[in-house]
């Protein structure tokens, strides 16, 4: 809970510094501004609301090579002599190069 409110906190905060475009009186006021956005009640009340955690990441694990393998395209590309314009990718998950076809 601590993360989402130090990130809410700084999005407010830069929020209403450009809202009301304060330059240097604004620095002297910017520790009153992220108190007050700490202290205030409806601030605080919708911030779980609107905060939702991201997932954490977890890598695919490679068994051997071609037991997981990728196609890609990618296109359209400036039409080549033979009439393409899309290139096709084939690639294994444990190999680092592909192959075009």
């Not at 999005?11 to 809202?19: G, L, Q």
């Not at 051997?64 to 294994?92: A, C, M, V």
């Amino acid at each position: 809970m601590a993360l989402a409110s130090t990130h809410f906190v700084k999005a407010s905060v830069a929020t209403i510094m450009n809202t009301f475009q304060i330059d240097i009186i604004g620095q002297i006021l910017k520790n009153d501004i992220i108190k007050w956005i700490h202290e205030c009640q409806g601030l605080n009340l919708c911030k779980s609301e609107s905060y939702i955690p991201k997932a954490e990441l977890y890598p695919i694990k490679c068994t051997e090579p071609f037991s997981r393998s990728h196609i890609d395209f990618t296109g359209p590309l400036p039409i080549i002599k033979r009439g393409n314009k899309y290139i096709r990718f084939f690639t294994s998950e444990v190999r680092k190069n592909f192959i075009m076809c």
